[in-house]
Protein backbone atom coordinates (compact mmCIF):
# COMPACT_ATOMS: atom_id res chain seq x y z
CA UNK A 1 0.00 0.00 0.00
CA UNK A 2 1.43 3.49 -1.21
CA UNK A 3 1.59 5.60 1.09
CA UNK A 4 1.83 9.73 1.87
CA UNK A 5 2.40 10.85 5.73
CA UNK A 6 2.04 14.54 6.86
CA UNK A 7 1.41 15.67 10.03
CA UNK A 8 -2.24 17.04 9.98
CA UNK A 9 -0.85 19.98 12.52
CA UNK A 10 -1.86 23.15 12.91
CA UNK A 11 0.82 24.44 12.64
CA UNK A 12 1.12 27.80 13.76
CA UNK A 13 3.75 30.31 12.86
CA UNK A 14 3.72 34.58 13.35
CA UNK A 15 3.57 36.80 10.10
CA UNK A 16 6.89 37.17 8.47
CA UNK A 17 8.26 33.77 9.66
CA UNK A 18 8.99 30.65 7.43
CA UNK A 19 6.69 27.30 7.78
CA UNK A 20 7.95 24.53 7.01
CA UNK A 21 5.74 21.61 5.69
CA UNK A 22 6.93 18.31 5.42
CA UNK A 23 6.06 14.98 3.98
CA UNK A 24 7.32 11.43 3.44
CA UNK A 25 6.39 8.56 1.35
CA UNK A 26 6.71 4.77 1.26
CA UNK A 27 6.67 4.24 -2.08
CA UNK A 28 10.48 4.14 -3.49
CA UNK A 29 10.20 4.07 -7.23
CA UNK A 30 7.80 7.73 -6.96
CA UNK A 31 8.95 10.45 -10.00
CA UNK A 32 6.91 13.56 -9.40
CA UNK A 33 5.68 15.65 -6.43
CA UNK A 34 3.34 18.05 -5.75
CA UNK A 35 2.13 20.68 -3.05
CA UNK A 36 -1.49 21.90 -2.90
CA UNK A 37 -2.88 23.93 -1.41
CA UNK A 38 -6.65 24.10 0.02
CA UNK A 39 -7.98 26.82 2.00
CA UNK A 40 -11.47 26.12 3.83
CA UNK A 41 -14.47 25.19 1.56
CA UNK A 42 -12.43 25.46 -1.56
CA UNK A 43 -10.83 22.71 -4.23
CA UNK A 44 -6.88 21.84 -4.03
CA UNK A 45 -4.77 24.55 -6.24
CA UNK A 46 -1.57 23.53 -7.08
CA UNK A 47 1.36 25.70 -6.16
CA UNK A 48 4.67 23.50 -6.49
CA UNK A 49 5.82 20.63 -8.83
CA UNK A 50 9.07 19.37 -8.29
CA UNK A 51 10.84 16.35 -9.81
CA UNK A 52 14.57 15.78 -9.00
CA UNK A 53 16.33 16.12 -6.05
CA UNK A 54 17.43 19.46 -4.46
CA UNK A 55 15.51 22.90 -4.30
CA UNK A 56 12.78 24.41 -6.11
CA UNK A 57 12.07 27.77 -5.61
CA UNK A 58 8.90 30.05 -6.80
CA UNK A 59 8.58 33.01 -5.39
CA UNK A 60 8.14 33.02 -1.59
CA UNK A 61 7.84 29.22 -1.91
CA UNK A 62 10.54 26.10 -2.37
CA UNK A 63 10.21 22.59 -2.35
CA UNK A 64 12.54 20.35 -1.70
CA UNK A 65 13.04 16.65 -2.24
CA UNK A 66 15.29 14.50 -0.97
CA UNK A 67 14.70 10.66 -2.91
CA UNK A 68 17.39 8.81 -0.63
CA UNK A 69 15.21 10.03 2.69
CA UNK A 70 11.86 9.69 0.74
CA UNK A 71 11.08 13.06 1.54
CA UNK A 72 9.85 16.34 0.26
CA UNK A 73 9.22 19.64 2.24
CA UNK A 74 7.48 23.15 1.31
CA UNK A 75 8.97 25.94 3.02
CA UNK A 76 7.19 29.20 2.67
CA UNK A 77 8.99 32.54 3.57
CA UNK A 78 7.61 35.58 4.99
CA UNK A 79 4.15 33.98 5.95
CA UNK A 80 1.30 35.90 5.87
CA UNK A 81 -2.11 35.27 7.30
CA UNK A 82 -3.63 34.37 3.42
CA UNK A 83 -0.86 31.72 3.52
CA UNK A 84 -3.47 30.11 6.41
CA UNK A 85 -4.67 26.96 4.48
CA UNK A 86 -4.23 22.91 4.40
CA UNK A 87 -1.23 21.99 2.48
CA UNK A 88 -1.41 18.37 0.50
CA UNK A 89 1.58 16.81 -0.62
CA UNK A 90 0.57 14.54 -3.55
CA UNK A 91 3.41 11.80 -4.62
CA UNK A 92 3.06 9.52 -8.33
CA UNK A 93 4.59 7.03 -9.22
CA UNK A 94 5.18 5.88 -13.25
CA UNK A 95 1.41 5.14 -13.46
CA UNK A 96 -1.30 7.82 -13.76
CA UNK A 97 -2.49 7.91 -9.79
CA UNK A 98 -1.44 11.04 -7.72
CA UNK A 99 -1.54 9.78 -3.85
CA UNK A 100 -2.10 12.72 -1.72
CA UNK A 101 -1.28 12.90 1.99
CA UNK A 102 -4.37 14.16 4.66
CA UNK A 103 -2.81 17.26 4.27
CA UNK A 104 -0.85 19.94 7.33
CA UNK A 105 -3.47 23.05 8.39
CA UNK A 106 -1.06 25.91 8.36
CA UNK A 107 -2.15 28.89 10.25
CA UNK A 108 -0.57 32.26 10.19
CA UNK A 109 -1.31 34.33 13.19
CA UNK A 110 -0.97 38.24 12.11
CA UNK B 1 -8.12 30.15 -20.47
CA UNK B 2 -10.62 28.23 -18.68
CA UNK B 3 -10.49 25.91 -15.60
CA UNK B 4 -11.82 22.96 -15.12
CA UNK B 5 -15.28 23.43 -14.56
CA UNK B 6 -17.88 21.28 -12.42
CA UNK B 7 -21.85 21.56 -12.01
CA UNK B 8 -23.71 21.56 -10.00
CA UNK B 9 -21.99 23.65 -7.60
CA UNK B 10 -24.59 21.89 -5.02
CA UNK B 11 -26.69 19.46 -4.91
CA UNK B 12 -29.33 18.31 -1.71
CA UNK B 13 -30.89 15.13 -2.64
CA UNK B 14 -33.07 12.88 -0.71
CA UNK B 15 -31.77 9.75 0.29
CA UNK B 16 -32.64 6.83 -2.37
CA UNK B 17 -32.47 9.09 -5.54
CA UNK B 18 -29.93 9.21 -8.00
CA UNK B 19 -27.50 12.02 -9.35
CA UNK B 20 -25.45 13.02 -12.11
CA UNK B 21 -22.44 14.97 -11.50
CA UNK B 22 -20.81 17.02 -14.61
CA UNK B 23 -17.14 17.52 -15.14
CA UNK B 24 -15.58 19.98 -17.91
CA UNK B 25 -11.80 19.63 -18.05
CA UNK B 26 -9.44 22.18 -19.85
CA UNK B 27 -9.39 21.99 -23.19
CA UNK B 28 -7.23 19.34 -24.44
CA UNK B 29 -6.64 17.18 -21.22
CA UNK B 30 -6.45 14.13 -22.32
CA UNK B 31 -6.46 12.41 -18.41
CA UNK B 32 -9.57 13.20 -16.20
CA UNK B 33 -9.91 12.03 -12.43
CA UNK B 34 -12.48 11.99 -10.20
CA UNK B 35 -11.60 12.43 -6.04
CA UNK B 36 -13.87 12.20 -3.20
CA UNK B 37 -13.42 14.32 -0.19
CA UNK B 38 -15.69 14.29 3.03
CA UNK B 39 -15.96 16.89 5.56
CA UNK B 40 -12.04 17.02 7.38
CA UNK B 41 -10.51 14.06 5.38
CA UNK B 42 -8.52 13.65 2.38
CA UNK B 43 -9.04 13.44 -1.18
CA UNK B 44 -9.95 9.92 -2.37
CA UNK B 45 -9.47 8.53 -5.53
CA UNK B 46 -12.39 7.45 -7.34
CA UNK B 47 -11.77 6.56 -10.92
CA UNK B 48 -9.42 7.56 -13.89
CA UNK B 49 -10.25 8.30 -17.58
CA UNK B 50 -7.29 8.46 -20.46
CA UNK B 51 -9.54 9.58 -23.03
CA UNK B 52 -13.09 7.91 -23.35
CA UNK B 53 -11.56 4.86 -21.51
CA UNK B 54 -11.27 3.94 -17.48
CA UNK B 55 -8.13 1.98 -17.05
CA UNK B 56 -8.60 1.92 -13.14
CA UNK B 57 -11.91 2.07 -11.75
CA UNK B 58 -10.99 0.40 -9.00
CA UNK B 59 -11.81 3.24 -6.41
CA UNK B 60 -15.65 3.51 -7.41
CA UNK B 61 -16.44 2.63 -3.34
CA UNK B 62 -19.78 0.56 -4.77
CA UNK B 63 -21.44 -0.34 -7.78
CA UNK B 64 -24.23 1.82 -7.44
CA UNK B 65 -21.31 4.49 -8.52
CA UNK B 66 -20.27 5.04 -12.38
CA UNK B 67 -18.63 7.13 -14.87
CA UNK B 68 -18.68 7.68 -18.26
CA UNK B 69 -16.09 10.12 -20.39
CA UNK B 70 -17.29 11.12 -24.05
CA UNK B 71 -15.91 13.19 -26.69
CA UNK B 72 -12.38 12.91 -24.38
CA UNK B 73 -13.80 15.99 -22.93
CA UNK B 74 -17.17 15.59 -20.22
CA UNK B 75 -17.13 13.37 -17.92
CA UNK B 76 -20.36 12.19 -15.46
CA UNK B 77 -20.15 10.60 -12.44
CA UNK B 78 -23.71 9.00 -11.50
CA UNK B 79 -24.58 7.69 -7.79
CA UNK B 80 -27.69 5.25 -7.82
CA UNK B 81 -29.89 4.95 -4.91
CA UNK B 82 -27.68 7.90 -2.99
CA UNK B 83 -27.05 7.03 0.63
CA UNK B 84 -26.22 9.20 3.36
CA UNK B 85 -22.76 7.80 3.51
CA UNK B 86 -22.24 9.08 0.07
CA UNK B 87 -22.43 13.27 1.04
CA UNK B 88 -18.92 14.66 0.62
CA UNK B 89 -17.81 16.79 -2.07
CA UNK B 90 -16.99 15.28 -5.38
CA UNK B 91 -13.65 16.63 -7.23
CA UNK B 92 -12.78 16.19 -10.57
CA UNK B 93 -9.30 17.19 -12.00
CA UNK B 94 -7.76 16.79 -15.39
CA UNK B 95 -4.19 16.79 -16.75
CA UNK B 96 -2.30 16.66 -20.28
CA UNK B 97 -1.39 13.41 -20.09
CA UNK B 98 -2.08 10.56 -17.14
CA UNK B 99 1.29 8.65 -17.39
CA UNK B 100 3.93 11.47 -17.82
CA UNK B 101 4.90 13.94 -15.10
CA UNK B 102 1.52 15.78 -15.44
CA UNK B 103 0.15 18.53 -12.93
CA UNK B 104 -3.57 18.14 -12.20
CA UNK B 105 -6.02 20.58 -12.34
CA UNK B 106 -9.06 20.38 -9.92
CA UNK B 107 -12.26 21.77 -10.54
CA UNK B 108 -14.13 23.48 -7.74
CA UNK B 109 -16.13 20.39 -7.11
CA UNK B 110 -19.68 19.35 -6.34
CA UNK B 111 -20.90 19.84 -2.72
CA UNK B 112 -23.61 16.54 -2.45
CA UNK B 113 -25.72 16.30 0.43
CA UNK B 114 -27.81 13.03 0.51
CA UNK B 115 -30.91 13.62 3.52
Known amino acids: QKEVEQNSGPLSVPEGAIASLNCTYS??????FFWYRQYSGKSPELIMS????GDKEDGRFTAQLNKASQYVSLLIRDSQPSDSATYLC??????????FGSGTRLLVRP | GAGVSQSPSNKVTEKGKDVELRCDPI?????LYWYRQRLGQGLEFLIY????????KSGLPSDRFSAERTGESVSTLTIQRTQQEDSAVYLC?????????????FGPGTRLTVL
Open chain 1, 50 to 53: IYSN
Open chain 2, 49 to 56: FQGNSAPD
Open chain 1, 27 to 32: DRVSQS
Open chain 2, 27 to 31: SGHTA
Open chain 1, 90 to 99: AVKDSSYKLI
Open chain 2, 93 to 105: ASSWSGTEAMEQF
